[in-house]
């Protein structure tokens, strides 16, 4: 199984088509050999945790059944063609699941039973929560804080915020130096754990799914940059 999330920047100029492609796309994806799972994503501003949309930058998430499904798609398919004809700024991440629980419109995409707990290196993580709409505004009340400490936490590289639809439909893909950063962070940051709690307390989800994958490469730029260029990235055999 091969995951893939591509963040794409359109230039202002074409910000019509990028809305265009949320409903054009649909359909290419859904006929696409050997994708086995795909979302069609919104960012916010700058990528970051907010109610702020980017309507520049769009992602898309996909799952594959093979590496070589996934590179065909990237080089010949009506959507990668898309991308070009619009002079889209395109940074891709291919990834292998590590670990992963919870469901995702009631199934887990990214269920393995491969197993890497030797693995060690930058670590790759996917937090996706559908939340219930009578708690939207305690989410957004805390959320602001947290995505704020992660980025100045100790072993973060970036992250990007994605989701479905604003306000209820949300998800953080975040990369980390190494699994024990993002575990530190996660469940011995005070303010962090507080939240967590929180959530469970308050029952602010209706379905969430946790998700980590190793980073197999990169390809592109974001803003002129590859946020991972100098890591060394690598897969167990």
């Known amino acids: 199984m091969i995951v893939s999330l591509s963040i ?21 994806l859904l006929i696409t050999k050997g994708c086995t799972f795909r979302k069609l994503l919104g960012s916010g501003k700058n990528g970051e945790f907010t109610l702020q949309p ?26 990668a063609r898309w991308w070009h004809f619009f002079g889209c700024e395109l940074w891709t991440i291919t990834c292998e699941p590590l670990s992963s629980h919870g469901q995702w419109n009631g199934k887990n995409p990214f269920a393995t039973d491969k197993q890497k707990s030797s693995y060690e290196g930058p670590v790759v993580v996917l937090t996706r929560a559908t939340i219930r709409l009578s708690k939207v505004k305690s989410f957004w009340k805390h959320v602001a804080d ?5 980025a100045e936490a100790p072993g973060y590289i970036t992250s990007f915020s994605i989701g479905e639809a604003p306000l209820f439909l949300q998800a953080t893909f975040s990369i980390w130096q190494d699994a024990d950063s993002m575990k530190t962070f996660a469940y011995q940051s005070q ?3 507080q939240v967590i709690r929180k959530t469970r ?10 998700a980590r994958f190793i980073p197999i490469k ?12 100098s890591r060394k990235l690598k897969v167990e055999s």
């Open 146 to 150: 947290v995505a704020k400490m992660m």
């Open 8 to 28: 794409i920047r359109y230039k202002k100029r074409f910000i019509p088509f990028a809305l265009l492609a949320m409903a054009v796309h649909r359909l290419p």
């Open 191 to 193: 303010q962090h754990s």
């Open 218 to 229: 990169t390809d592109g730029t974001i803003k002129g940059k590859d946020p991972l260029k």
């Open 54 to 79: 980017d309507l520049q930058q769009w992602a898309l998430l996909t799952v594959w059944k093979t590496q070589d499904d996934c590179d065909r798609f990237y080089r010949t398919s009506f959507i």
């Open 201 to 210: 307390e308050e029952n602010w989800y209706s379905e969430e799914l946790f």
